[in-house]
Nanobody, 118 residues
Framework: QVQLVESGGGSVQAGGSLRLSCAAS????????MGWFRQAPGKERDWVAG???????SYADSVKGRFTISKDNTKSILYLQMTSLKPEDTAMYYC????????????WGQGTQVTVSA
């Protein structure tokens, strides 16, 4: 059972930056596909960014050019660098791991809150 723990959330003003981290309980990032998701109050959870075992990355259109997903395989830490934050980025952010890279994620963290004020 892989455990994922997010950190780095907080409150910032629009235009600011935050870096989220996701630590895994065991070595996963060299083999798994990883993703960041977010869920705003009253809305469905949305995929934000993803990376695979050979470090290819992809982003939702809403964050492309502002967010960067990366990972440190030796430390089993996944990052989400967020810049030029907007109020609409306010949400609970979750990291997730997919063992088979099929788009279905097997393991989820508990989430970290990001709040962006205007």
């Amino acid at each position: 059972q892989v455990q994922l723990v997010e950190s780095g959330g907080g409150s910032v003003q629009a235009g600011g930056s935050l870096r989220l981290s996701c630590a895994a309980s065991e070595y996963t990032y060299g083999r798994y596909c990883m993703g960041w998701f977010r869920q705003a109050p009253g809305k469905e959870r949305d995929w934000v960014a993803g990376t695979d075992s050979i470090d290819r990355t992809s982003y939702a259109d809403s964050v492309k050019g502002r967010f960067t997903i990366s990972k440190d395989n030796t430390k089993s830490i996944l990052y989400l660098q967020m810049t030029s934050l907007k109020p609409e980025d306010t949400a609970m952010y979750y990291c997730a791991a997919s063992a088979r890279c099929t788009g279905t994620f097997d393991y989820w963290g508990q989430g970290t809150q990001v709040t962006v004020s205007a």
